[in-house]
């Protein structure tokens, strides 16, 4: 008897794991999809595998080593919305740096980066693209994780490593938006969108 149930408690745990969605998995086999799609079908419940993330300074930081909630953020240098939402993304960083690890995946190489550098907070863990990291027409493969939205783009994954949600673009200024209510706009979702994943 002690036979079965332990045969049949593995069965039930290999079908659980079998059933968990992988991050990378999902995003791949959801080619040809709208952004939309493949957030809410592919993107949303599925779970970060391991990334070993090489900073700015060359240090190597692994996601299965952090043990709080994940924002990554992909960014790119030449995009406008990247650049505009840093105040606000400086903001939430400071009031929630303790509970959350905020991680920039970067389109650029090193040397291209200065600018987000000099400007982010420093608890941001910067990542630019690396000599073996793929960008193509916007799309990035960083240390094997793959982006295929816009600029820029949150992911949010809980303690579990679990994806919780993604937000993508930012408030810029224009002629109907000053510098000031851009930066109020972008605090607020930026703000709504980590407390997801609060306790």
Request: proline fraction near 3%; charge should be positive; hydrophobic fraction near 40%.
């Amino acid at each position: 008897m002690k036979r079965l149930v332990s045969f049949l408690l593995i069965i039930l745990a290999t079908s659980a794991f079998a059933q968990k969605k992988y991050y990378n998995q999902a995003v791949n086999s959801c080619a040809g999809k709208s952004s939309e799609e493949l957030i809410d079908k592919c993107i949303k419940d599925s779970y970060l595998l391991n990334y070993d993330f090489t900073t700015d300074e060359g240090k190597v930081i692994s996601t299965k080593n952090i043990k709080k909630p994940i924002v990554i953020l992909a960014a790119a240098g030449w995009s406008a919305p990247c650049i505009g939402q840093i105040p606000a993304l400086n903001e939430i960083v400071d009031i929630y740096h303790n509970d959350v690890q905020f991680i920039m995946i970067f389109w650029d190489k090193k040397d291209r980066i200065g600018r987000f550098k000099s400007k982010v907070d420093s608890r941001v863990i910067l990542v630019p693209a690396g000599e073996n990291d793929k960008v193509a027409k916007g799309n990035l493969d960083i240390s094997g994780f793959v982006h295929k939205l816009d600029y820029p783009t949150a992911y949010l994954i809980d303690k579990t490593k679990k994806f919780v949600a993604v937000k993508r673009g930012a408030a810029i200024p224009s002629k109907t938006v000053t510098r000031e209510q851009a930066n109020e706009t972008n605090a607020s979702e930026l703000e709504d969108f980590v407390k997801q994943v609060l306790n």
